[in-house]
Nanobody
Framework: VQLQASGGGLVQPGGSLRLSCAGS????????INWYRQAPGKQRELVAG???????NYADSVKGRFTISRGNARNTVYLQMNSLKPEDTGMYYC??????????????WGQGTLVTVSS
């Protein structure tokens, strides 16, 4: 199983970015999907998550600005980030809880995509 994250970049404060993460390989189905971020010198933190029934959750710092959603291709997830702030800067990682074709449950991480919010 591989996860490919994309969509990061340099954006001015107040701007928007849309991150994507696509899973491929021996995936039978996907349970929870989460986006994490890690700012320089800080621990990785949970930003947003979505469960199979569509219920979402967000860190307080991004509520009302970020939206997590699953794509029509069920192995894809998006993170729409609006009204970006300098403190949103960091490496963003997607994590899928995957049920494999052999029935085992495993967590997989994407490689990270860098978001820099700066004027």
């Amino acid at each position: 199983v591989q996860l490919q994250a994309s969509g990061g970049g340099l954006v001015q404060p107040g701007g928007s970015l849309r991150l994507s993460c696509a899973g491929s390989g021996s995936i039978f189905s996907i349970n929870d999907i989460n986006w994490y971020r890690q700012a320089p010198g800080k621990q990785r933190e949970l930003v947003a998550g979505i469960i199979p029934d569509g219920t979402t959750n967000y860190a307080d710092s991004v509520k009302g600005r970020f939206t997590i959603s699953r794509g029509n291709a069920r192995n894809t997830v998006y993170l729409q980030m609006n009204s970006l702030k300098p403190e949103d800067t960091g490496m963003y990682y997607c994590k899928f809880e995957v049920i494999l074709e052999d029935g085992f449950l495993e967590d997989y991480w994407g490689q990270g995509t860098l978001v820099t919010v700066s004027s």
